[in-house]
Structure formats: structure tokens, C-alpha cells
């Protein structure tokens, strides 16, 4: 119990900016390295899936934003499949309005909360959210759904404000300082928004994708500690299957395209 705690604090870097600065440097040390087979342990993490044996990553930072081995998480193969972005536990908010309102690390957001502007929270009205929380044992790489083009993407929380050049207007002020990325892509049935939220006062989000294009099932970036991701739909374009709202893996079809 008192080892769960421990990593849990450390995961989501929950305290005060100066600790959370301390934790994160702690885990990304060498000496963090002896603590990585009692954390896999604690989470009962599947270390068969990892890319490299436990024993080669140089600190707990490496081990918690871990590849994966080629196939073990297959990329539903149906061309109009929806799939998930990551390994988390799924949550659904259909026919959002102005007035829905969902968890997210322990905050009740609106989506235009969420997104910093009432302007873009317009969009999605009617439309369909998907929030996938990350536990410590998961696999914190993360993916696309969905085929697409970036065509923006700005910047939330602790020193961190919406770029000018997408004419962000209404401006929403954040309910928490969770340092978050909104990346808006373009796909065959329109466009969603991809929402990476990373911990609290720390930006702990790495952007991998090189260029615009991304592959349904592509990775984009990686969380090096506590993470949710959430999905944008406008309405009509996806439908989410409810039978998955719960446990659900990388590539695992979550739901389908609506063309038309």
C-alpha cells in the first residue's frame, strides 16, 4: 500500500511545483533504476509486451514511456473502424452542450473549459467526447484513432497559452493548471480534436510525429507522467460503441466512421 502510494504521487506528480520538479528529476536518474521491477510489480505490468528486457532501461522515466514490441498491439484492420489512441479506461459523453460537463483528473470540465474557448467548443456541439484516463500500469504512448492531417494545434496550462495564429477567440480561462495539447486533425469525415493532458504545474508531454500526416494507429506523442487523453467529434461523423465504454488497449476498434 505504502508503494502504490509512493508511485502514485510520483506518477501524476501531484504536489506543489518544487516537489513534482524534485520527483521528475528523481525518476529520470539512474537511481530511480532499482525501483523499476518493484513498479512493474506494484502495477502488475506485463513486461513480455515491452520492447526491451526490464533490466535495459537506465531509469524509471525510461521504463514508464517504454515501446512496445512489434504486434502486440494490432491496429484494427476494418477501413471505417474508429480505434483507440492508447491502452486507458474509456469514458463516453454523448450529445455534449454547453452545459455537459466530465471528470478529468479529479476536474469538472466543460469542453469549452477544456479547450481554453467557447468559439471552439461551438464545433463539437451535439457531438460525441471520449476521455481515456491512463493508469500507471499502461502503456503511455499515444496514438491516433482515426487517419488525418494536423491542421493546428496550441498549448494549455502553467505558463502556457493558446498561440495567436489560429485566431482563438472567447478565451475560457483554464479550471486547473494541468498542462495540456490540443491538436486538431483533419480526417475523411471531418475534423476532431486530439487532447493530451499531462500533470499538474509540469509539462510532461512529448510530441513525436514529424510532419502533418498520421496513420490511423500512428504514434504522436508520449506521456512521461500522468496522462488522459480525450477525443473531440463533431456531430454525426463517429459513432462510439458503449460496450466499450471501460478497459480498452492501443488499436482496439472503439467504434465507426460515419460517411455521410
Request: proline share 5%.
Amino acid at each position: 500500500m505504502i508503494k502504490s502510494r509512493l508511485y502514485q504521487t510520483l506518477f501524476e506528480l501531484n504536489a506543489t511545483p518544487v516537489i513534482a520538479k524534485r520527483l521528475r528529476a528523481f525518476a529520470e536518474s539512474s537511481a530511480s533504476r532499482a525501483f523499476i521491477p518493484s513498479f512493474a510489480k506494484t502495477y502488475q505490468i506485463n513486461v513480455d509486451e515491452a520492447a526491451e528486457p526490464i533490466e535495459a532501461y537506465p531509469s524509471l522515466h525510461a521504463f514508464f514511456t517504454r515501446h512496445l514490441k512489434d504486434g502486440v498491439r494490432p491496429i484494427d484492420a476494418n477501413p471505417n473502424s474508429v480505434v483507440s489512441p492508447c491502452d486507458g479506461k474509456l469514458s463516453i459523453v454523448a450529445d455534449i452542450t454547453d452545459d455537459s460537463r466530465f471528470e478529468v483528473k479529479g476536474q469538472s470540465y466543460t469542453l469549452a473549459e477544456l479547450l481554453g474557448s467557447q468559439q471552439e467548443a461551438r464545433r463539437y456541439a451535439g457531438g460525441t467526447v471520449c476521455v481515456l484516463y491512463l493508469s500507471p500500469r499502461d502503456y503511455h504512448r499515444v496514438h491516433v484513432p482515426l487517419a488525418g492531417r494536423v491542421l493546428s494545434h496550441y498549448e494549455l496550462g502553467d505558463r502556457s497559452a493558446p498561440v495567436n495564429d489560429i485566431g482563438l477567440t472567447e478565451t475560457v480561462r483554464p479550471l486547473s493548471r494541468n498542462y495540456r495539447r490540443v491538436t486538431r486533425f483533419e480526417t475523411a469525415v471531418g475534423v476532431y480534436e486530439h487532447i493530451m493532458v499531462g500533470a499538474l504545474n509540469v509539462n510532461t508531454i512529448e510530441w513525436t510525429l514529424e510532419g502533418e500526416h498520421a496513420g490511423k494507429g500512428d504514434e504522436v506523442g508520449y506521456f512521461s507522467f500522468g496522462s488522459t487523453v480525450i477525443l473531440c467529434f463533431e456531430k454525426g461523423r463517429v459513432t462510439i460503441d458503449p460496450a466499450k465504454i471501460g478497459p480498452v488497449r492501443l488499436g482496439e476498434g472503439i467504434g465507426t466512421m460515419q460517411n455521410g
